[in-house]
């Protein structure tokens, strides 16, 4: 009975070791994209009900539900861009994925990594978010991970700037 548990437990540890441990982006992301969303679509459903209504009469202000229906299908699209977005540390590179349709990875080895910078808005401050941008020698492969808590951005840029010192110091 011994043994069994032991080999589980080797097994276990071998296979998490070849998959990377990912993890997904805070929800405040999505509640200030599900916002920002509202507030445009909303806006526009009413100025434009209105500005039909009574320029061009009450049946052509049923035109004004087509944004509404934009911002019905965006709820549900925001969602599920969301859900699709996950970043992995491992040992010699960063891993982002991304993508709903398209599945898109993009790997950036830490000794190729010349800045990371964490950046934040006024509106990803007002929700407490901020984003961390990894610079290349590549232009095309600049990554970004959006949405972080400030305190995760901060963690991720310092752990990645002393990966990237210690892994480039041989070049």
Known sequence: MDTGSAETAGNTVGSTAAEPVWTGLPPGLLRMRRLLLVVW???LTIVLG??????????W???ALLPFALLVWGWGMLGRNWR??????????????RGVLFREETVVPYGRM???????????RHFGLASVQLHTAAAATDACIPGL?????????DRLTE????????L
């Open 50 to 59: 209105v500005l039909l209504a009574v320029f061009a009469g009450a049946v």
């Open 41 to 43: 679509l909303g806006l």
């Open 114 to 124: 010349q800045l990371v910078e964490v950046t934040s808005g006024p509106v990803e």
């Open 84 to 97: 699709s977005w996950r970043y992995a540390e491992r040992a010699d590179d960063l891993l982002i994925s």
């Open 61 to 63: 202000a049923a035109f």
């Open 149 to 157: 808590d400030p305190t995760e951005a901060e963690r991720l840029r």
């Open 163 to 170: 990966l990237g010192e210690a892994r480039s110091a041989g």
